[in-house]
Structures are given as structure tokens and as C-alpha cells.
């Protein structure tokens, strides 16, 4: 007879100590947005002119080479950010002629004003922009320079005579 | 000889009308193992912020102050717990080349974004994926305190998107 056979069947199972478990998810959502540059104001000094340099004619216009003056609006710290709207102050800086910056200066050089160009042509060749005029631009790294010139211009009505010449205008800068 | 020996052995027992029985032996083993807790999934929304708030150049790696995002997670019904093994995701849900952090699983999300989890944002250690940390718990209730924050790799600048991750906390009890 087969001792297997004969034996009640004590089979004990030892179980391992098999460790309790649970889980958790943990779900963690956020954004990153365009966000925006870090831009400098910008002051510049520009040449002094004889006003012998302007038309000579009370209805005479026009620009001043001797007065080319360049600058930038140099925006940092762009990552993100896919362009620009440049908004180049408000129709308020304009003289009477609508494409030239007023001078603003007191008792300032009467019948002048400042024409601004934009791009890399600069001066000579850039695209003339009027007081509150919005420029667009898309930015592919996380600089950018808006690229500018001022010049010195008669506007028509009377003569220049000496006098200071300054204006100022605040860039409103939307990113997108 | 004696007749007994003899005979084959005829012996009936003329039992009554007995009602049949059997006996079952009922055993009843039992212990109480260590259990668990209960723990709650944990969905936070960390705050948006600008790309601006990283570092501009593509080489650059850093994290974002303002994303510092507080949470935790709290195991209840904890009795007979004497402690408990986290393990935070799996290498998976490592970032591409920030391993330590958690990868960006937002769909057109940056690359360059990971989310690093460390225990307070400021300075507290790194639970990086599949990392495995023990703690030995006291009272019925546990803790576990935790903070997300943006982190920037190298590769590229950041982008605009989402910056999201998820993983799984698998809870081992002792």
C-alpha cells in the first residue's frame, strides 16, 4: 500500500508574505505661453544741421541726409514668442504732415520734424512710418531688432529757422 | 477447542434505528496581515507661465520659479501600516535627456520642458522616474510631500504648449 495513499492529505501552503499594494495616479497639467521679450527704451542724439540744409522755400519738403540717424528696438528674451505687432506711437505725435513725427521741442526749430524708416535699408531705402502705424513681424529666434532711422524733415508752410529739434513717441509692442 | 475460535466470528449488531452521523471538524485559522491605506489619484493644474521665464538660449537648461506647484499625496485608513515603498512611475516617463525629470507628455508640448518633482521646489531631494523611496509611517494617515516645477533642457528654445506629465505611484505597504 502506497504511504501516500493511506495519509490524510495535510498540504500546508506556505504562502509568501505576498506585500499589499495600491497605486496612484498622479496627473500634473500645465501651459506654456508665448509670453514676451524684454525690450530697452532707446534715446539717441542726432546730428546738428545747418538750416541751411533744408528746402529753401516755404512750401518746400524734405529730408535730411546729413540727419540719418540709426537705431533699433532690440527685443531679448523672446523664446516662445512667435512675432510681433510694433505699434509706433499714436496719431496724437504727428505734425501736419501725417507721416512725420512732430518736434515737440519747446520753441523748437519751426516747420521741421522727423520722418522714421523702417527696415535694413534704413534712411535711404526703408519704408517710411507714420506716427501710430503698426508693424508686424515674426520672430524666429529669442532676439530681435527692429531696425529704424531717423532723419530730420521739413514740412511745408513756412521756413526753418534754428531751434531745437526732439520728439519722443511710446512703441506699444503686442506678441503673439 | 474452543467453539469460538471455531466458528467463524458471527457477531451482528442489532442497532436500534440510530440516526446516521458524522462529525466535521470545522478549524478556523485566520491572522491579520499589515492592509492598506487608501489613496486618492492626485489631478493639479500647475500655473501658465511666459517662455520668457526660461533660459533664452537653446544650450540652456533651468527652471521656472513660477511654476512651483505644492501637492501631496495623502494615504488614509492606514491602521497596521508600518510603512510603505514609493515607487514614482517608470523609466518611461523619463525625459529624453533631463532622465531626472518626468517628460513632457502634453500633446504639441515643448520638448524642451520637463517637470522635475522634487520634495519641496526650493530645495528639496529629487524623486526622479522609477525611483523608489521608503518611508515608515507612525499614525493611521500619511503624507507624502511633493512639488512640480517647469524645468528647461538643453536641445532648442521653449516653445509655446501645453506642459503636462501623469505617472503612476505604486504603493508597496510593510
Request: hydrophobic letters at 40%.
Amino acid at each position: 500500500m502506497n504511504l501516500l495513499q493511506s495519509l490524510p492529505v495535510l498540504i500546508m501552503f506556505a504562502c509568501a508574505p505576498a506585500h499589499a499594494q495600491s497605486s496612484a495616479r498622479v496627473e500634473l497639467n500645465g501651459h506654456v505661453n508665448a509670453g514676451t521679450c524684454t525690450v530697452a527704451a532707446v534715446t539717441k542724439a542726432i546730428a546738428h544741421v545747418g538750416a541751411n540744409a533744408f528746402p529753401q522755400t516755404a512750401a518746400g519738403t524734405g529730408g535730411i541726409t546729413a540727419s540719418y540717424t540709426n537705431f533699433e528696438l532690440s527685443l531679448t528674451g523672446c523664446s516662445g514668442v512667435t512675432g510681433a505687432s510694433f505699434q509706433m506711437g499714436a496719431a496724437a505725435d504727428a505734425s501736419t504732415q501725417a507721416n512725420v513725427f512732430k518736434n515737440k521741442a519747446t520753441n523748437g526749430a519751426p516747420f521741421t520734424g522727423y520722418w522714421i524708416k523702417e527696415g535694413t535699408g534704413r534712411c535711404a531705402t526703408g519704408t517710411t512710418v507714420a506716427p501710430g502705424d503698426a508693424i508686424s513681424k515674426n520672430f524666429t529666434a529669442a532676439t530681435y531688432q527692429l531696425y529704424l532711422c531717423a532723419q530730420y524733415v521739413k514740412i511745408a508752410g513756412g521756413l526753418v529757422t534754428m531751434g531745437p529739434l526732439s520728439t519722443n513717441f511710446t512703441v506699444t509692442i503686442t506678441y503673439r | 477447542m474452543n467453539l469460538l475460535q471455531s466458528l467463524p466470528v458471527l457477531i451482528m449488531f442489532a442497532c436500534g434505528p440510530a440516526h446516521a452521523q458524522s462529525a466535521v471538524r470545522v478549524d478556523l485559522n485566520g491572522s491579520i496581515a499589515a492592509g492598506t491605506c487608501t489613496v486618492a489619484a492626485v489631478t493639479k493644474t500647475m500655473p501658465t507661465v511666459g517662455a520668457d521665464a526660461f533660459p533664452q538660449t537653446a544650450a540652456g537648461k533651468g527652471a521656472a520659479v513660477a511654476s512651483y506647484t505644492d501637492f501631496s499625496i495623502n494615504l488614509t485608513a492606514c491602521s497596521g501600516v508600518t510603512g510603505a515603498t514609493f515607487v514614482f512611475g517608470t523609466d518611461a516617463d523619463r525625459h529624453g535627456t533631463e532622465r531626472d525629470s518626468f517628460r513632457n507628455k502634453g500633446a504639441g508640448g515643448s520638448p524642451y520642458i520637463a517637470i522635475w518633482l522634487r520634495g519641496t521646489c526650493s530645495g528639496g531631494p529629487t524623486y526622479q522616474p522609477a525611483q523608489s523611496v521608503t518611508r515608515t509611517f507612525s499614525t493611521a494617515t500619511y503624507t507624502f510631500p511633493l512639488c512640480a516645477q517647469y524645468y528647461k533642457a538643453a536641445g532648442g528654445l521653449v516653445t509655446p504648449g501645453p506642459a503636462s506629465t501623469n505617472f503612476i505611484v505604486t504603493i508597496t505597504y510593510q
